[in-house]
């Protein structure tokens, strides 16, 4: 992953895109409901919220059922179209539009609240894309990074993992144990993308297998 990412963002295409959307839907429902009551917890109502690379949608759309103003913006088209089709079929609106996250196609200072989670580790340009979120974040807002912790363990992911079955099981195990995990960031090495932008006042969390990276504008 970490020789990918040197030459372009990390992205998922065509087929895999499907796959991934079939796949996964039911397994990440629960965790996508977390991290949206944690972004709530961080907001007020009509709030203006980003999500930056999406991929299926899930977190923007579980974000707009509690009635916040959405935008996703996602590499890829094909996941941008899946967005699209099941925010219809959740019966809530979010503006999905195709985009770089290192040149995000938003106004400055307009979103409350920035969301990344699971994606961080694909960027080319990983300065730049914080770079982007402060210039699209208004003064007082907040981001949020949510991501892979390299230094979890594989005790931390057998215990993240004990509750599934079946294929899925494995095939999500050896991910976090191989290409997820070593292209994944310590809290030493955000700490050092960090100190490379606008924002100066951040706290870090781990939490089981993940970093949870607030930023404050």
């Keep these: 992953m970490k020789n990918i990412r040197k030459n ?18 039911k397994s990440r429902l629960v965790e996508m409901q977390g991290y949206a ?12 919220i980003l999500e930056v ?6 977190l923007s759309i579980e974000l707009a059922k509690k009635g916040f103003n959405v935008t996703g ?12 089709n099941n925010a219809k079929e959740a019966n809530v609106s979010v503006d999905f539009k195709e985009g770089n996250a290192s040149n995000l196609p938003c106004e400055d200072n307009f979103f409350d609240f920035i969301v990344c989670s699971a994606a961080f580790k694909n960027f080319k ?7 982007e979120m402060h210039r699209v974040l208004k003064q007082g807002g ?7 912790n390299r230094e979890t363990t594989n005790e931390d992911i057998n215990n993240e993992i004990s509750e ?8 999500v195990k050896f991910s976090f144990m191989t290409f997820l995990r070593k292209g994944a ?6 700490e050092t993308l960090l100190k490379e932008t606008p924002f100066k006042d951040y706290n870090i969390k781990k939490e089981d297998i993940s970093l949870y990276v607030y930023l404050f504008k």
Excluded: Q
């Excluded at 372009?8 to 839907?25: E, F, H, Q, S, V």
């Excluded at 913006?73 to 699209?84: G, H, L, M, T």
């Excluded at 960031?185 to 955000?190: G, I, L, N, P, W």
């Design 37 to 48: 009551n944690e972004v709530t917890s961080h907001v007020s109502a009509d709030a203006n």
């Design 73 to 84: 913006v996602e590499i890829s088209p094909d996941f941008v179209k899946i967005a699209r």
């Design 53 to 58: 690379a999406p991929g299926p949608g899930y």
């Design 125 to 131: 340009e990983p300065v730049k894309v914080l770079c």
């Design 185 to 190: 960031y310590t809290k030493e090495e955000f």
């Design 164 to 171: 599934m079955k079946g294929f899925d099981k494995y095939f």
């Design 8 to 25: 372009k963002d990390i992205g998922i295409y065509g087929l895999a895109a499907k796959w991934y959307d079939r796949n996964t839907r």
């Design 142 to 148: 907040t981001s949020l990074i949510i991501d892979m």
